[in-house]
């Protein structure tokens, strides 16, 4: 049981549900969680989905109202750390207030990668990551405009898929050679490029955008390396995000891709863990070090510290499953993928309902599922207990995966 008061910074997925965990554990000391943004602690998968296409305010994100601090003896407090004194256990606040701790939690995120061409600063070049930024691009988003979307990636697509459903002419810009191809296989790719340009989306791959034109400060199109200009009234940039690890560097404490954790999720020091997407973390699973950005891995993350900070020592061991709602599609994600030889599709792809199972060295390492939840919540069952089917089993329509599970 961890001594003294237990400061997390940041608020986001990682940072609420540790405080909460928290508590749902028995822990009775003082917890302090720092939130940056002027909103209480809100959730960030439905800003480039539904915040965007509704018209319900800001409190329709919100994990819980004030008074759930209030009622929990949670002190959120509204302002931004800017240092760490590792040897007084203190943390200086904008504000200049200091608050000391007994154990601290980096729940820092990440922040977008910026794009570094002439006139990416101009008002009408758009980000999504922050409920201001989704506010921000909800009022520019009406009939008619043209908008360039920067970025093949689930939020790109997501924000895409938005527009194109409230009317707006949408360019999305990809340098790779296929859309999400980071992400997921190549019959996944295929399947959401074509349902995205059957709406009206025209999809540029494997070229890049090397400026955004304008007329004084008015946007007018960006210019693409093959000497193509695309016309645009509004740019939106999903280019990726970098993890917010400048706090724990200047503390002192090692960085590399993410704040280095161990399987604990502990830093170099005893008295401070790094979770969510700011960390880069130990993994038995999967050997090696890894850094998700994901909801899965920020919760899990805050429950396994709670645990540990409540005596209930247990080494991080989650299994990786994501989610990405583009138009009417639901794309969901369980396990690893990177380095698999060969997939198995199970399903109708004609029908937009169908799963890919991903195999390396004929095991099973990841379930990639359109429309199909039953597969996916049966990867999740087999993957977390580390189980396995045949590619054959899995290929066969016949056979029922839930006697796998027995």
Known sequence: ????????????????????????????????????EGHLPYQRPPLSKAYLKGTGGPDTLMFRPEKFYHDQHIDLIVDRAVSIDRAARKVALASGAPLAYGHLVLATGARNRLLDIPNANLEAVRYLRTLDE?????????????????????????????????????DVIELGVRVMARAVTAEISEYFQLKHTAAGIRIHLGVQVTSIESDGDKVTGVSLNDGRHIPADLVVVGVGVLPNVELAAEAGLPVASGIIVNDHLLTADENISAVGDCALYASHRFGGSLRLESVQNATDHARCVAARLTGKTEIYDGMPW?????????????????????????????????????????????????????????????????????????????????????
């Not at 520019?140 to 409230?166: D, P």
């Not at 989610?323 to 198995?344: A, F, I, N």
């Not at 039953?374 to 899995?394: N, Y």
């Open 322 to 406: 994501f989610w990405s709602d583009q138009g009417p599609d639901k794309l969901q994600m369980v396990g690893l993928t990177t380095g698999y030889d060969r997939v198995v599709v199970r399903g109708d792809r004609e029908q937009g309902q169908f799963s890919v199972f991903c195999y390396k060295s004929g095991q099973l390492v990841g379930i990639e599922s359109v429309n199909r939840a039953g597969d996916h919540m049966f990867g999740r069952r087999l993957l977390g207990a580390h189980g396995s089917i045949t590619p054959e089993q899995a290929g066969d329509p016949g056979f029922d995966l839930k006697s796998a599970l027995t």
């Open 1 to 36: 049981m961890t001594a003294g008061p237990v400061v997390i910074v940041g608020a986001g997925h990682a940072g609420f549900q540790l405080a909460a965990s928290l508590r749902q554990s028995g822990f009775d000391g003082r917890i302090a969680l720092l939130n940056d």
């Open 134 to 170: 989704s506010e921000a691009l909800r009022h520019r988003l009406t009939a008619g405009q043209r908008v360039v979307v920067i970025g093949a990636g689930f939020i790109g697509l997501e924000f895409a898929a938005t527009a194109r459903a409230k009317g707006l002419e949408v």
